[in-house]
């Protein structure tokens, strides 16, 4: 195992090991147990500031060393990675920041099987006079495999160190959680299992789930993610962070380098997002 998946298995989860294989690690409630999985690989792009051939041979070389990663291909001219893996984003994304370079995922899967959930603190009850963001404490990515297996790419960071729970809930509402989102959704059908799993929250305030859940992206597009800690009996705070699942691009479908709302290129977004805590 590669000692960046050995780390963070450490803490919770999840390594993806031999190519179509997906290992899950859990510390928690038992000692560590390890249960393997086939999955089907999928296509990533990536934005990957990029100078010369040197830099691709270096971002090559590390990836190389990454379990699950089958493929990759490189423009020099667009600035973008391709990757055709088992591994979760957050795995490429964090090995290619240790070569020294930034890394934005532009689009993953195919058309209309990829979401997005950003996971922030709720909103309070009663809304203040200035509207203010709500921190954000997370990012779960759900890249759709077949139609049985969905991948679930979880970070949480700036959470009080403990034991969560991650659940997907009937309603996109967050106006009033955890109730205005309503109980654990099950699918339409009722066969679904709502619970994503738990994860544990280290001392950094950091935290990771990866793994798969049997759900279509359309079935958990526009409702709502609770992650709330184990063990509070009132949930307080930072003690609950929620989140509505939207769609994002499939791979080769955002090749926008300025956002036509706000005017900044994806790298200035970048850094308003690892100064939130999101990256």
Known sequence: MSNLL?????????ACLSTGSLYYYTLSPSPFTKREKMLPAYQATFSVPMHCDACIKD????????????????SLPKQLLTTTSTTPPSAII?????????AILRGSGKANSAAVCILE????PTPPSVPEASPV???????????????????????PKGSYKASIRQSGDISNVPGSMGGVFTGLEGDKT???GKLEVDETGRGSL???????????VGRGVVVERLGVEKQRGNDLVVGVVARSAGVWENEKVVCGCSGKTVWEEREEMVGKGML
């Open 194 to 196: 709502g619970d994503l």
């Open 6 to 14: 050995l780390k963070r298995s450490i803490y919770t989860i999840v």
């Open 59 to 74: 971002i090559s070389g590390a990836l190389s060393k990454l379990p699950g990663v089958q493929e990759t291909d490189f």
């Open 210 to 220: 990866v793994g798969e859940v049997d759900w279509r992206i359309w079935e958990m």
């Open 137 to 159: 404490r997370g990012l779960a990515r759900l890249i759709e495999l077949s139609d049985r297996i969905t991948l679930l790419d979880m970070t949480l960071t700036s959470l």
């Open 121 to 124: 603190t709720p909103p309070p």
């Open 94 to 102: 964090s090995t290619i920041q240790d070569t020294g370079r930034a």
